[in-house]
């Protein structure tokens, strides 16, 4: 019998339940008794505290449930020579796009702006374009980008994506790494889902946002390390910015006395924008698991020279 931990944080009874339904042949565990010292190739992990994973005998696979984990490499806490595979499910991509869809439509239709005039009773329609009269870049063409590039070119928005290899998606006009500047230039909306690894930690900063065009919106779902926070500040206040919807922060939970927090024309939200569903994430961890038992390769493994 083959053994699997259940090291998150949260319901881990809850998730033990799906893992012994679709591992009968599995013991689940969601503790390691002292002393124990049987084999226990799988763990599954959030944000482990320390030692936890080194604590694993016969450790072979880290499944994480977060399709970040950065925090995992930067632990150190996982030896090179075991395998991290981060989640990547349908169901953290159909979330990823209704939240940033949601805020792109928001912003495009001025949902906020007469929302925030409504008190003064002013009817002043502003000039309202039509999708196609808008550029929207996507920083990220992957699991979570890819997904919201479709959905943007969908609505008719002139999608722009950037990735590394410069990955193509039908109807966007794609970038490679080297061409930031000009995936980047007179964009209305910039959509940031990259992975935060050393090459895109602070990317986004004040040089950055200058590219933007006059009065353009930044829509964060990937982390807050991507963003330079005095920088936005900087330019929401300048004017060249009109606002930023932000879901992911450097610290979280967002301290109370940060400035995002009562900035009129930041959006916060507590890292809602793509959750993990427990019976979908089950699901593609077992898959894996599976995968791993019968000697095929895993899918959504990380490259840790990458750093994704
Ligand atoms: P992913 O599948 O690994 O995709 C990453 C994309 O970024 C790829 O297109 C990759 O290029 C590109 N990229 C990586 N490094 C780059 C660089 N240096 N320059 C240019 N492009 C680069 O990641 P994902 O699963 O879509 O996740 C995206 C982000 O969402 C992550 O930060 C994750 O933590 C975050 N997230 C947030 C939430 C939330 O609730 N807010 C939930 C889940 C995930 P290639 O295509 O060439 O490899």
Known sequence: MSRIFIASKGDRAGMARLFRAALPEFEVLT???????????????????????????????????NAGIEHLLASGEVPQDIPIVR???????????EWVLAHV?????????????????????????????????????GALGGPVADHLLRFGFQTRVWSRSGRAIDGAAAFAHDHLAEAVTGADVLVNLLPLTPDTRDLIDAGLLARLAPGAFLVNGARGGHVVDDDLIAALDSGHLSGAALDVFRTEPLPPEH???THPKILVS???????????????????????????????VVDRTAGY
Do not use: C
Request: proline content about 10%.
């Open 31 to 65: 503790d390691l008794a002292p002393g124990d010292d049987r084999p226990v190739p799988y763990i599954v992990v959030g944000r482990p505290d320390p030692g936890v994973v080194r604590s694993v005998p016969g450790l072979q696979v880290v499944l994480s449930l």
């Open 259 to 261: 400035p995002f927090w």
């Open 105 to 141: 439509l928001g912003w495009h239709r001025n949902i906020l702006a007469y929302r925030d005039e409504q008190p003064q009773r002013r009817w002043a329609p502003k000039a309202e374009k039509l999708a196609r009269e808008r550029v929207v870049t996507v920083l990220g063409a």
């Open 270 to 300: 507590p890292h809602v924008a793509a959750p993990t569903h427990m019976d979908i994430a089950v699901a593609e961890m077992v898959a894996n698991i599976r995968r791993h038992m019968a000697g095929t390769p895993m899918l959504n």
């Open 87 to 97: 989640l990547v499910d349908e169901g953290l991509a159909a979330g990823m796009a």
